[in-house]
């Protein structure tokens, strides 16, 4: 795994009595992943790197696109999560792309489709009952059931 060396500001805020100084991180995103959702990214360079520096990545693109987000931590955090499922090769979510991209969605909009359904599922287990058995069933499931037209559907 790849790392960065950050220095540590200290600051009076109690609850940011530590804050990583990123001076340095856009320089060596830069040389290590440029993120682009409308191309399949390199999977071994995706899953090597460290999980801040590919949501710093994520969070550059839309800065870069001036895509207006009000939660772009949140929504980086879901690009990643998904990036990483299809680079370690989660089957569902592998076939869910294809499908999506053969109905007609970019990729970027297909990787938001399946966030979309992560996101569901995350709301489902924190707020609902869950019953035996696996906890990602339902994920999983619904992921196998998304399509372009019910992803354009649900708004």
Not at 46 to 65: F, G, T
């Amino acid at each position: 795994m790849l790392g960065v060396h950050q220095r540590v500001e200290r600051t009076s805020h109690p609850r940011r009595a530590r804050r990583p100084l990123t001076r340095n991180v856009s320089r060596k995103l830069r040389q290590m992943w440029k993120y682009d959702p409308d191309h399949d990214p390199d999977s071994a360079k995706c899953l090597e790197l460290d999980e801040a520096l590919c949501i710093a990545a994520v969070r550059q693109y839309h800065q870069r696109i001036r895509a207006k987000l009000p939660y772009i931590e949140a929504h980086a955090l879901a690009h990643v999560i998904v990036e990483n499922q299809l680079a370690e090769g989660l089957l569902e979510a592998k076939r869910a792309l294809d499908r999506l991209l053969v109905n007609g969605l970019d990729r970027h909009d297909a990787v938001h489709a399946i966030a979309s359904v992560l996101v569901e599922h995350c709301w489902n287990l924190t707020n609902k009952p869950q019953g035996p058995g696996d906890l990602h069933a339902p994920y999983l499931a619904a992921l196998n059931k998304l399509t372009a037209d019910s992803w354009l559907r649900s708004g």
